[in-house]
């Protein structure tokens, strides 16, 4: 069965520093990845996804997200953090069809 | 173009009750799914449907139903509410054929809290 682990459950971090979510997945044939954005009280926003070809993928915000099939992993990056990035993160992987399934989340924090 | 939305956006709801929750995809999306949110067990997947057709199902009780109508509007219910029911419940429009190339769009979720 295919499952997602995000290892970090609370990432606190400068405003300006670079940031880097992991992203772990479990899946048996080539996956479909996705990176969300959940603000409080807000539904989840599609910040990027991979389904194949340049395994570095550009996404909205900023963001930039790296597959590694090797690794099985496909972690979210951004150079400089925004005070506005404080939300939490959910790394997700797919069939050709749904369902998604979502690791558990990772919160980030941003500091002045 | 608009996006997904749903209501109502909050609810208040006591054991033993039903509920029904309603989405509008984005307009000329044919797939709806269902999620559970919940601090325990974060987002699970509820069922999806397309074309008025349920065509996936996630590990839930037969408590939690849904159809989707002839224009792709979609409606979840859950009967005999428990505590554990309390949850964001959230909506999830894809394109024409469905598939994961057919990006998921999510609404703003409804909050359902069970006394």
């Known amino acids: 069965a295919q499952s997602v682990t995000q290892p970090d459950i609370h990432i606190t971090v400068s405003e300006g520093a670079s940031l880097e979510l992991r992203c772990n997945y479990s899946?048996?044939?080539?996956?479909?990845l996705f990176w969300y954005v959940q603000s409080p009280g807000q539904g989840l926003q599609l910040l990027l996804k991979?389904?194949?070809?340049?395994?570095l993928v550009q996404g909205i915000k900023g963001f930039e997200a790296e597959f590694k099939r090797s690794q099985s992993s496909f972690n979210l990056r951004k150079p400089s953090v925004h005070w506005s990035d404080a939300a939490e993160y959910f790394c997700a992987v797919g069939p050709l069809y749904t369902p998604l399934v979502f690791g558990k989340g990772t919160r980030l924090s941003v500091i002045a | 173009k608009a996006g997904v939305t749903q209501t109502p956006r909050y609810l208040i709801k006591t054991r033993g009750q039903q509920v029904t929750l309603s989405c509008s995809p984005i307009s000329g999306h044919r797939s709806v799914s269902w999620y559970q949110q919940t601090p325990g067990q974060g987002l699970q997947f509820l069922f999806e449907y397309f074309s008025e057709t349920q065509r996936n199902k996630g590990n839930f009780p037969g408590r939690f139903s849904g159809r989707q109508f002839s224009n792709s509007r979609s409606e979840m219910n859950v009967s005999t509410l428990e505590l554990g029911d309390s949850a964001l419940y959230l909506c999830?429009?894809?394109?024409?054929?469905?598939?994961?190339?057919?990006?998921?769009?999510f609404g703003p979720g409804t909050r359902l809290t069970v006394l």
């Open positions: 899946y048996g044939a080539t996956p479909y």
């Open positions: 991979y389904f194949s070809g340049d395994t």
């Open positions: 999830a429009s894809s394109g024409l054929a469905g598939g994961a190339e057919d990006t998921q769009y």
